[in-house]
């Protein structure tokens, strides 16, 4: 996989292009700049790192600072068939902007700025590299949020947001990134520039937006996107219920949404992750499970449904802790996510699997999961989150240790390959909000099933030389 | 190997995080690129550790991109200080003959002019007068950027230590902190700058020293007696000993807000956040307006750790946008308190916004209000 592809002709002939392009300073071919600017944030790289291994390299990296010069230089990309991998904040945790085939890494942390907001739509546009905060930032001096509240807020950009179909903490009330868009701007492989119009809703076909949104940068670059504001809430009230088993807290969660209630923030922490993240911090019975809410709004609209959860949850067995956890989650919300020394140590590594499924299956997709990935010796402990009306997500984190770089990267690969089954067979979904990049890429045909012929089929026509992204996705692998 | 055990878990442990606190690392903002990043500058060490990959020279300049602000470590934690690494990797660096060649008019300058401006050495505080006074003698260690740069700062230091009763003396021959030498790697040199220093203040006869450059600051009472210099007296910041005056500080009304820049030597490396702040709201009777990024969370104002001196339009990329803060806020005036601060970000700041030093701030007061000093 380090072999990197383009013979040094062709490499200094499309490094001479995009110079012209894109203007010296911001075109690298140093060795140091490629190794830095290789990774996302996905574990097996991160312990590859760690192990003191070397990633696939691209051989250019690129930072465009304008549509025009996106498509200037996925026009001279294409024109050598040359593979292309869109880098936003690169935080993704699914090996994503990998250049596992070398080619073009094209950045867009140049492109940061704000375009526009329109206070009477209550709309922002924005380009694809603004990371996250940032904007966060830019719109609550205006009096808004985006509603958008993923814990890589950080570090990941909106362009980033977007290729994985991103949701946020408080995506039960607000959506996810594919809610929470109208409007997009995208570059084709071929450098055409392409726009959907940002309006509520339409009935003119079918939704092109929703084909870019989540396509990992196999189908273009995204460069720009409209996304919805809301009112900063007037309140956001935490509470807190632990159960004594998986089985009612969920039951709980359902009949709130059954309610008619849309709390903003719907956690619950089965026994192993209640017994990781709040026993240290409150009086909680050992095997239960917490639930942590948060409600936003105005005070009125707070109060009505704060009672009404509290009351479903009592009736389900829920024993009420205040707001005391839920709060201490959403202030600590960032910590879990630093190194430490007992997650780094040795050939230490974990992860996520964040699948999502409706309420018929979820505890049944939970218990098989759980079981399957086990059974390679990982500690698992999972929480429900992201919770809707029909259903929700389950982040199922595994860890494991072991001796030596060989059998830790293939018992993760087996607790992926178990677990992701185990998923699928239970009617689950492998993915609510990292995407597929390449840590899942190899399972994308039996998750999609039929459908996969149509995003195959799609990819051929957008991207006939196979250049974007190539290997992510299920799409552009090369034997 | 340079770094212990410790450090080296560390390096490792950043080398590969999620990028927790790149956002507020300056020189992201002004690369935008992943190499002149925190976790950046740890993975190549890192890597050089595990000998994975050796430290080619645009690795170097990675390291020495760095501003050493540690603003990274406010959002570390696990508090990992990539200053202290960066610094302790460039120290070595420097043993080795492997340092960017820009330093080197820097570096010739301290050495032959122990300034890093160029500027003859007998003219450093020549200019500087100091009254007559019988109050308590103190020693008013000027710093090269006050000497050279910014005047107006060391002459309204000057005029409002004496109008506070203090006998002021400048050192006849006080040569530069070695701050912009310790801070790139040139400890030899900067000791060389260190024992004089420590010699002619400790043969001066006074109750304490006075600084107003936050560089010269740090490197006075935490670099010096690390390297086993002492100084005799108590070395304070202006900032401090306005403070412990508060009471006789003047009053006026000034048009508009202040908001108040935090010099990274002086708050998140000497943790000093209130006084200057609590000086501040006296003289201006309350008109202080924050910065949504201060105390242990302000950026720094791009100056820092040789990055002007090498990268001087990424330097000032880092200023633009501190100014841009700045002004945010409706602020009228922009005060620091540190001299190579305000000479950048009055740089970036042009005639929108008055960028003016603590003394300056108090020298005003003084001017425009009519409480008498004692
Ligand atoms: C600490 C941490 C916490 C996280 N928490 C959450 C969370 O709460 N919710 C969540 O959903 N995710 C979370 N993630 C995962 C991840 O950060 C997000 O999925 C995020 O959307 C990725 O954005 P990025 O800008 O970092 O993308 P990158 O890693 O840069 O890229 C991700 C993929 O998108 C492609 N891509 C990037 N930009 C573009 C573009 N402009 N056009 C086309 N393709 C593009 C890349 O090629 C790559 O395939 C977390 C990750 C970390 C490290
Ligand atoms: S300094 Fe701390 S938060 Fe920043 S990258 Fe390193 S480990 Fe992460
Ligand atoms: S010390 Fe400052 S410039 Fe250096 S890595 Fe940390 S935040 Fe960035």
Known sequence: ?479 | MIYDEDITQQIRMCAACPKMCRHVCPTFLAWRSESPTPHGRALLLHQEITGTRPLDDRAIEVLYQCLECSHCLTWCLPEIDVADIVETRRRQLVEEGRFPSGLNPMVDSIRTHHNPYKEPHEKRTSWLKTPKNDGRSLVYFTGCTAAYRENGIAEDAVSVLSSLGYQVDIPKDEWCCGSPLLRTGFVEDALGQARHNVEILNGMDAEEIVVTCPGCYRVLTQDYPKHGLEINKPVRHIAELLQSHLKSLPEFEIEGPLTFHDGCHLGRHSGVYEQPREVIERVSKGALVEMERNRDNAMCCGNGAGLRTLFPEHAKKIGAERVRQAERTGAKYLVTSCPFCKNMLESQAKDRLIVLDLPELVEMAKKRSHVKTD
């Open chain 1, 1 to 479: 996989m380090n072999e990197r592809l383009l013979d040094s002709k062709t490499k200094t002939k499309i490094a001479k292009q995009l110079k012209g392009i894109v203007g010296v300073e911001h075109i690298t071919t140093q060795e140091t700049d490629i190794v830095l600017n290789a990774h996302d944030a996905w574990p097996l790289s991160e312990a590859k790192i760690r192990a003191g291994e070397m990633l696939p390299l691209a051989d250019i990296v690129v930072f465009p600072g304008s549509t025009e010069e996106v498509s200037e230089v996925l026009k001279v990309a294409n024109k050598n068939k040359v593979p292309v991998t869109p880098v936003g904040g690169g935080a993704g945790t699914c090996g994503g902007t990998l250049p596992i085939y070398g080619g073009i890494q094209l950045d867009l942390k140049r492109m940061d700025k704000v375009i526009n907001i329109d206070h009477k739509s209550m709309l922002v546009s924005v380009e694809a590299g603004m990371v996250g905060i940032d904007l966060e930032e830019e719109v609550n001096r205006h009096g808004y949020t985006l509603g958008h509240t993923p814990t890589s807020m950080r570090a990941s950009n909106v362009g980033g947001f977007l290729a994985t179909r991103s949701g946020g903490s408080m995506s039960s009330l607000y959506g996810k990134i594919e809610d929470l868009t109208l409007g997009l701007e995208v570059v084709l492989a071929d450098g055409s520039i392409v726009r959907t119009k940002a309006v509520p809703r339409h009935s003119v076909g079918p939704d092109l937006r929703e084909l870019f949104i989540g396509s990992e940068g196999t189908l273009g670059v995204i460069t720009e996107a409209t996304l919805r504001l809301f009112p900063i809430p007037e309140e956001r009230r935490f509470r807190s219920m632990a159960f004594a088993d998986v089985h009612s807290g969920l039951e709980a969660i359902r009949l709130i949404f059954r309610a008619g209630i849309t709390p903003s923030v719907v956690r619950f922490y089965d026994p192993e992750d209640t017994a990781m993240s709040m026993s240290q911090h409150f009086d909680v019975e050992e095997g239960d499970s917490m639930l942590l809410l948060a409600f936003d709004g105005a005070p009125e609209k707070v109060d009505h449904e704060e009672r009404v959860s509290v009351e479903i949850c009592k009736e389900n067995g829920g024993k009420d802790f205040g707001d005391g956890p839920s709060k201490r989650w959403w202030e600590h919300r960032y910590d879990m996510y630093y190194p430490t020394k007992f997650t780094t140590a040795g050939f230490s590594i974990g992860d996520t699997i964040d699948i999502v499924a409706t309420y018929d299956k979820l505890e049944n997709v939970y218990h098989a999961m759980k079981t399957a990935m086990e059974a390679h010796e990982a500690f698992v402990m999972s929480h429900f989150s992201h919770m809707y009306q029909n259903g929700g997500s389950i982040y199922m984190i595994f860890f494991t240790s072991q001796p030596d770089a060989e059998t830790a990267w293939a018992t993760y690969k087996k607790i992926w390959d178990d677990g992701v089954a185990a998923c699928l067979r239970e009617g689950g979904t492998m993915s609510h909000q990292h995407g597929v990049g390449l840590s899942r890429s190899t399972y994308t045909e039996d998750e999609l099933g039929s459908s996969f012929q149509v995003l195959k089929k799609i990819k051929d026509v957008l991207d006939p030389n196979e250049i974007m992204n190539p290997g992510k996705l299920g799409l552009g692998v090369q034997e």
